[in-house]
């Protein structure tokens, strides 16, 4: 029993000491938070997939026509009247996806500065020979959507800029503006496809986060799960600025 009670220090009547028990303890406590952040990330994560497929629906309505987009945009202005002010909602759930985008960043930069402090000598063998393309952009990936992120509020939500210098009070208006432009649209479909391949990376580890890939079957619909959410958002977030830029929407 020595290894969980300690061991005699040699002299007569000597106490045990304790050895390994706090580095057990501290070593379960590690392990209980590193599980706790992972669960944190997959939770605010499928938060964000919830927003984006909404988000997506609605530039969608592009393809509608001027009326029916701004009036897309006016009615999320008007939920929850009149318990609410005059984009009351709109505002509340910015704060819930603000409080969920803090969370996941700072979760995922806590797990990788463990994961660097468990793995002080480089490897020997090339690391990225068993992981794909969107793990291994993972970390950057994210970063090019946060900064995009902090653009494109700038653009269409705080302030509201136009890159041509016109007017920012139409919605639809501010959208082919700034999507006529084709280093706006390059940079939108960069966005994208960061975005894409860090839902393709990251829908697979939330699922095997919450236990569910513990068979290859699992795997494989995760993974595929993470492909449809890539291309069906990823895509169809494109579809806009790109129509736009060739003239079918104008």
Do not use: C
């Not at 996806?97 to 463990?114: C, E, F, G, P, T």
């Not at 479909?189 to 393709?200: D, E, F, K, S, Y």
């Not at 799960?225 to 958002?233: E, I, T």
């Amino acid at each position: 029993m020595s290894h969980a009670r300690g061991q005699n220090d040699g002299r007569p009547g000597g106490n045990l000491t304790s050895v390994a028990t706090p580095t057990l303890v501290r070593g379960a406590r590690a392990s209980r938070s590193t599980i706790t952040l992972k669960i944190l990330m997959a939770g605010s994560g499928a938060l964000f997939i919830l927003y984006v497929l909404l988000h997506m629906y609605g530039n969608l309505k592009a393809f509608a026509g001027h009326d029916a987009f701004n009036e897309y945009a006016e009615h999320l202005r008007e939920l929850g009247e009149p318990l609410l002010p005059y984009s009351g909602f709109l505002w509340l759930f910015r704060a819930l996806l603000i409080i969920a985008l803090v969370v996941h960043v700072v979760s995922a930069v806590v797990l990788w500065k463990r994961a660097q402090a468990a793995r002080p000598v480089k490897y020997e063998v090339n690391k990225y020979k068993h992981s794909s393309l969107s793990s291994r952009t993972m970390r950057w990936g994210g970063v090019t959507i946060l900064l995009f992120l902090v653009w494109h509020l700038l653009n269409f939500t705080i302030g509201k800029v136009n890159p041509t210098g016109g007017a920012t009070t139409d919605p639809y208006n501010l959208m082919v503006d700034t999507f006529g432009l084709w280093w706006m649209t390059l940079i939108y479909l960069v966005a994208m496809l960061a975005l894409g391949m860090h839902l393709h990376h990251g829908t697979f580890s939330a699922a095997q986060t919450l236990g569910w890939t513990s068979t290859a079957a699992a795997r494989t619909r995760a993974r595929a799960l993470g492909w449809v959410l890539a291309v069906v958002v990823a895509g169809g977030f494109s579809l806009v600025p790109l129509f736009t830029l060739f003239g079918v929407i104008d």
